[in-house]
């Protein structure tokens, strides 16, 4: 499963879980969900398997690929998308909120080094507007 998620992200570089999905159909399918490794309700995928999610895990963590958020119209035009709030800031959510991300090459670094938050002492902008996110280089 590992290489199969590898070879597709060299391949044709930041990929989608929904086109992870198209590409593994249901190895990749279940009950379960992909969420961001220090916070349970921020969530990457959902009707995933534990095999996925393991590979993906082991994978990011080692470095090989990079997750990288993107905006949510990456997901609309792929055709699908999580019916979740989206994630607007590196905050600890108390309900599940979707963090729109894409698979890279990775460049060494894990998880915690390809996703930044907020700068240390920004205070977060007013209701309604959308934090942006942006990876590390």
Do not use: C
Not at 59 to 79: M, N, R
Not at 110 to 134: D, H, I, N, Y
């Amino acid at each position: 499963m590992k290489q199969r998620i590898l070879d597709l992200v060299r391949g044709r570089r930041h990929v989608s879980f929904v086109e992870l999905e198209r590409s593994l159909g249901a190895d990749m399918a279940g009950d379960g969900q992909l969420t961001l490794g220090d916070n349970d309700n921020v969530v990457l995928w959902s009707g995933v398997n534990d095999a996925f999610a393991g590979a993906v895990s082991d994978l990011l963590q080692s470095g090989v690929v990079k997750l990288v958020p993107t905006s949510w119209l990456t997901y609309a035009a792929d055709g699908a998308m999580l019916g979740l709030p989206l994630v607007k800031g590196r905050y600890h959510y108390r309900r599940p909120h979707w963090l729109p991300a894409v698979l890279d090459v990775g460049d060494g670094g894990g998880l915690g080094r390809s996703v930044t938050g907020p700068a240390e002492g920004q205070r977060p902008r007013k209701k309604g507007r959308q934090r942006r996110w942006s990876a590390q280089t």
